[in-house]
């Protein structure tokens, strides 16, 4: 599950290659969780195609029934601010928002999508939100996040943005 980077050089100790993976926790009321329905969703992402728009790699393990535990193959690149969100918003919403798929994401705020620096292919990197919703649902989540990248850009225009997160 690692994707390799050469390192390398003159220097004693100096490793080949290196490779990254992290882990994210999910907890959930005990009573409450249904890991079937978790289950469910992880795998199909797994299969899934997003057509250009990546899912890393990952395994899950669910844990006393109120856990998930993921390894995650770490993108090495750059996320997503504002501007660049601007320049793939089309790529984004022609693979994520217009597919005939009855399953979509609920989170695709600029931060939640990375471009591998080797390949410049776009990942989404924050994936736990892939369950089942209809085009219309799809769509409103869209406009949401479209809506505060706009407002961002129109901002930066008239203010100084530099420690915003998004504004890269």
Do not use: H
């Amino acid at each position: 599950m690692f994707t390799w980077y050469n390192r390398g050089g003159n220097y004693i100790n100096c490793p080949l290659e290196v490779g990254f993976r992290f882990q994210k926790k999910l907890v959930f009321d005990k009573n409450t969780f249904n890991p079937e329905v978790w289950i469910e969703r992880l795998e199909r992402l797994k299969s899934q195609d997003f057509n250009r728009i990546k899912i890393p790699e990952f395994t899950y393990e669910i844990i006393d029934n109120e856990e998930i535990l993921f390894e995650i193959e770490f993108i090495k690149g750059r996320q997503l601010g504002a501007t660049t969100f601007d320049n793939w918003k089309n790529v984004i919403k022609e693979d994520l928002i217009n597919s005939e798929d009855d399953w979509g994401f609920g989170d695709l705020k600029p931060e939640n999508f990375v471009i591998e620096k080797r390949t410049d292919t776009l990942y989404l990197v924050d994936f736990d939100t892939y369950n089942p919703r209809d085009r219309r649902n799809k769509m409103l989540e869209w406009n949401k996040y479209l809506s505060l990248v706009v407002d961002e850009i129109v901002e930066s225009r008239f203010f100084d943005l530099k420690n915003k997160f998004w504004s890269s």
